[in-house]
């Protein structure tokens, strides 16, 4: 049995994390949960599945569960709460899938702790890959196991499993492929598009920002982040590829012009449950793949200038340093000032564009760099959307 611990349990991942946990009942125990105001949710999560462990986001949710709740149940709270529910003693496994930078807390604590870190987050690597990796090195240096980490996210799932058994000198590029999301074929005015429209995601359910992130194809250009992250490799090595049917979840191209690719229907519990249980695999309930039904898979290039929030990601790749923390907090703050009816969703790029533009880079930078370019992009993003309120 392995202790699993989930922070972001009452997201889209979180939940399908605990569908991986039940299926595989005699495999996985859960001992903590997370949350941040979704209280009601967790309550039933705790009920079910029993963990010693669970964190919410405010001190005073935590204050009353602590009375309403067993004894034996230690509660924790804040990013504080997070960071000390990634490193507890008995943790074998750490699921991260909360949403936004702050899952960079919690990742660096099970990082010290040399956890097997099942990542699904992105955010966190766009912001502080080169300190993240760092930190492994680091921590994976002397006797005992190291922390590892695992993606989940299904194209760098994908691209982790065609690369079993090969190394990266063999490899020509990675191919990262993705739906382009519910816009990318539409002839559509960006600035009429609603809040109900972006959230119709034609291939995956997920979360609001990552399908928000998926709409303005911004979340390809995270995941070109991430890939360059998690791989260590060069960006001119990364294409990226619009394939709308979303069965090939990413491909490896070798030196010698082989191409791997993993197919599969869309289901993010094939690249949770592959995380947990790599490299052995197990039965899931997941639609087979039936490609004769499928008929056609297609492939397009991007189209940059019709979705500007992936040019500026690639910008900010390719600025590097703390550029790529500016694009992620004034992003996030847009994302969700769109989703609160505050801004139209023509507006996110320019608000992303507006606070790069103005920062300034810091060269290598250490944790306090990252948090601190994070914490002004935020303030100048939201200054931005109340200059912009009414105009944009
Ligand atoms: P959701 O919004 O569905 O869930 C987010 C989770 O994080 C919830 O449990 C939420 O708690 C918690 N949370 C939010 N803010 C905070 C905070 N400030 N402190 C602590 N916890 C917080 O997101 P998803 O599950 O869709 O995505 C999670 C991550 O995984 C993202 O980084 C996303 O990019 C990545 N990902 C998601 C995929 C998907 O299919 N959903 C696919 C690939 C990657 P509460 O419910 O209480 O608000
Ligand atoms: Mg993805």
């Not at 924790?76 to 702050?102: P, T, W, Y």
């Not at 910008?315 to 769109?338: K, P, Y």
Request: contains cysteine; charged residues 25%; positive net charge.
């Amino acid at each position: 049995m392995k202790n699993i611990v989930i922070l972001g349990a009452t997201g889209s991942i979180g939940r399908q994390a605990l569908s991986v946990a039940r299926h595989l009942k005699d495999k996985f125990r859960v001992l903590g949960l997370s949350s941040n105001s979704n209280i009601a949710l967790l309550e039933q999560q705790v009920k079910e599945f029993n963990p010693s462990y669970i964190c919410v986001g405010s001190e005073k949710d935590a204050l009353r569960l602590r009375k309403q709740i067993p004894g034996r149940i230690k509660v924790f709270h804040g990013n504080k709460g997070l960071q000390d529910l990634a490193s507890v003693r008995e943790a074998d496994i750490v699921i991260l899938s909360v949403v936004g930078a702050v899952a960079l807390y919690p990742l660096v604590s099970a990082i010290e702790s040399r956890k097997t870190i099942a990542l699904a987050n992105k955010e966190a690597l766009v912001i502080a890959g080169n300190l993240v990796n760092g930190l492994i090195k680091k921590h994976s240096a002397g006797h005992g196991k190291g922390p590892v980490v695992i993606p989940v996210d299904s194209e760098h799932s994908a691209i982790f499993q065609c690369l079993k058994n090969e190394g990266m000198n063999k490899v020509e590029k990675l191919i990262v492929t993705g739906s382009g999301g519910p816009f990318y074929n539409k002839k559509i005015n960006f600035g009429n598009i609603t809040v109900k429209q972006a959230l119709r995601h034609p291939r995956w359910k997920m979360g609001k920002k990552i399908t928000i992130d998926s709409a303005t194809l911004m979340n390809k250009g995270l995941e070109i982040i991430e890939a360059h992250y998690l791989f260590g490799i060069e960006y001119d090595k990364i294409k990226l590829l619009i394939h709308p049917q979303s069965i090939i979840h990413s491909m490896v191209e070798f030196i010698d012009g082989s191409v791997i690719g993993l197919f599969s229907e869309p289901d993010m519990r094939l690249s949770i449950q592959y995380a947990v249980t790599s490299p052995e695999r197990y039965p899931t309930k997941i639609k087979p793949l039936d490609l004769e039904n499928i008929g056609k898979l297609e492939f397009f290039s991007p189209d940059v200038k019709k979705f500007p929030c992936l040019k500026l990601a690639l910008e900010a790749a390719r600025a590097g340093h703390t550029m790529t923390a500016v694009l992620n907090a004034a992003n996030e703050v847009a994302v969700w000032a769109f989703l609160e009816g505050s801004i139209k969703f023509s507006c996110i790029p320019e608000i992303v564009e507006k606070v790069m533009n103005r920062h300034k880079i810091t060269k290598n930078p250490a944790l306090e760099d990252v948090f601190e370019a994070d914490f002004r992009a935020r303030v100048e993003a939201r200054a931005e959307i109340i200059k912009e309120t009414g105009k944009c």
